[in-house]
């Protein structure tokens, strides 16, 4: 299945209007760049650095978490892990950011989809966010499966709450839902009924379970993959990942490819 790219990308700077702490090293940035604001879709990201050091030196690549197109904003959900993530996490509204977007192909919902299940692991649900809200705009039924280690990071499950038909969560501590694997409430919910389109962002075992079930029961997949990325625009091959049909750029081609496209080595 070909997934077309949307979007040329842009070379920007924008501004940095918010910066908040949600829980433990979670944070939301809110960032002010109109022209990659109106093009942004579901699944694509930017290239973005807030530094102008030899280390880090590169952008690093965050996923669109909200787009409000009308006000000329994005958000990044973004979890501090590194030198990077550091210096987001410091910076201050006003600061300017460089950019580079929209990147990638962005999530494909096909025409007369009617439910679709998203299947996130802990800061994956930032990346399908705004699926999920398209999705509702275009009243299609939402089934969500959202597992984190604990019950705290179980990140957007109030919103998520609010506009889905149901919500299933996992913790590996047990603290909020069941203890164990998502996936096995997406497959309760299949032996009763159809589900369209599943979506999965943040674990590689997850993706499997759903390739496992999709041979079962035969519905659509895509997967957003995430690898270490320097230019994020298709030119180093820095990110390639194993696919049936070869090696393949997911800055490029994906992030988001048809879950039985997708090999994982381990
Ligand atoms: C398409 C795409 C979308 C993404 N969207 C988001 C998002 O919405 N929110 C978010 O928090 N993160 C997202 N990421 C991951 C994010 O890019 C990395 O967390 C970030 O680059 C880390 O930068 P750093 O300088 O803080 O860490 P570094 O100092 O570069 O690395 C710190 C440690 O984290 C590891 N690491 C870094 N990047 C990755 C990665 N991609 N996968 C696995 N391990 C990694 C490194 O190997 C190292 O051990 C996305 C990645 C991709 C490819
Ligand atoms: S990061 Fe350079 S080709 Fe993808």
Same mark, same amino acid.
């Given at each position: 299945m070909k997934i077309e790219n949307i979007n040329i990308p842009l070379m920007?700077?924008? &501004?940095?209007?918010?910066n908040i702490n949600l829980n433990d090293n979670y944070y939301r940035m809110r960032i002010e760049a109109p022209q990659i604001a109106r093009k942004a879709k579901p699944g694509q990201f930017v290239m973005l650095s807030m530094w102008e050091t030899k280390d880090p030196f590169l952008k690093r690549p965050f996923s669109f978490h909200n787009i409000e197109p #009308? +006000?000329?904003?994005? #958000?990044? !959900?973004?979890? $501090?892990?590194?030198?990077?993530?550091? /210096?987001?996490?410091?910076?201050?509204?006003?600061? +300017?950011? $460089?950019?580079?977007?929209? !990147?990638? &192909?962005?999530?494909?919902?096909? $025409?007369?989809?009617?439910?679709?299940?998203v299947v996130a692991r802990g800061i994956g649900i930032a990346t399908l966010m705004p699926l999920i809200? $398209?999705?509702?705009?275009?009243g299609i039924a939402i089934y969500a499966f959202l597992s984190a280690q604990t019950g705290s990071l179980l990140l957007c499950s109030n919103e998520i709450n609010s506009i889905s038909e149901k919500v299933f969560y996992t913790t590996d501590d047990g603290s909020k839902g069941a203890k164990g694997i998502v996936t096995n409430f997406l497959e309760n919910v299949l032996k009763e009924e159809? /589900? #369209?389109?599943?979506y999965v962002c943040g674990s590689k075992r997850l993706t499997k379970h759903i390739r496992n079930l999709q041979r079962k029961y035969n519905f659509l997949a895509f997967v957003s993959l995430e690898e270490h990325m320097a230019c994020g625009i298709g030119a180093c091959k820095g990110c390639v990942h194993k696919t049936k049909d070869g090696y393949k750029?997911?800055?490029k081609e994906g992030p988001i490819f048809p879950v039985e496209e997708v090999i994982f080595d381990d």
């Open positions: 920007i700077s924008g &501004n940095l209007i918010e #009308d +006000l000329g904003t994005f #958000d990044i !959900l973004y979890k $501090e892990i590194g030198k990077g993530t550091q /210096i987001m996490v410091k910076s201050k509204v006003g600061d +300017l950011v $460089e950019l580079i977007g929209p !990147l990638g &192909n962005g999530f494909m919902i096909p $025409e007369n989809t009617n439910n679709i299940a809200l $398209e999705s509702k705009k275009r159809v /589900i #369209d389109v599943v750029r997911v800055c």
